[in-house]
């Protein structure tokens, strides 16, 4: 059984940077496969991150590399999400997720447990 538990969000405006943080509880945290998810106003959740158990493995979403980088210290069971020249299209609640057989991370079913989500609102 794993808790996760987001924090960072807020009130940005264009151009800003955020950092997001999830907290991972549970003895075998570390062992897990990580995500990030965003679900913005009247849209399904969309896959934002990926970060493998290890920390070696990463993968974005469409056009986030460039500015979204995930990152993870499994000493303290804690996985990161920089934001950075946050647009308005980042509004949205961001979750992370944590999955043993994460084989497709652009796709929620893989993972096993999701947070409650932080609200980020990035304003023009």
């Known amino acids: 059984q794993v808790q996760l538990t987001e924090s960072g969000g807020g009130l940005v405006q264009t151009g800003d940077s955020l950092t997001l943080s999830c907290a991972a509880s549970g003895r075998t945290a570390s062992t897990y496969h990580m995500g990030w998810f965003r679900q913005g106003p009247g849209k399904e959740r969309e896959f934002v991150a990926f970060?493998?158990?290890?920390?070696?493995?990463?993968s974005y979403g469409d056009s986030l590399k460039d500015r979204f980088t995930v990152s993870r210290d499994n000493a303290k069971n804690m996985l990161y999400l920089q934001m950075n020249n946050l647009k308005p299209e980042d509004t949205g609640v961001y979750y992370c997720a944590a999955g043993t057989g994460v084989w497709i991370p652009q796709s929620t079913d893989q993972y096993d447990y999701w947070g409650q989500g932080t609200q980020v609102n990035v304003s023009s």
């Open positions: 970060l493998a158990s290890n920390g070696h493995i990463a």
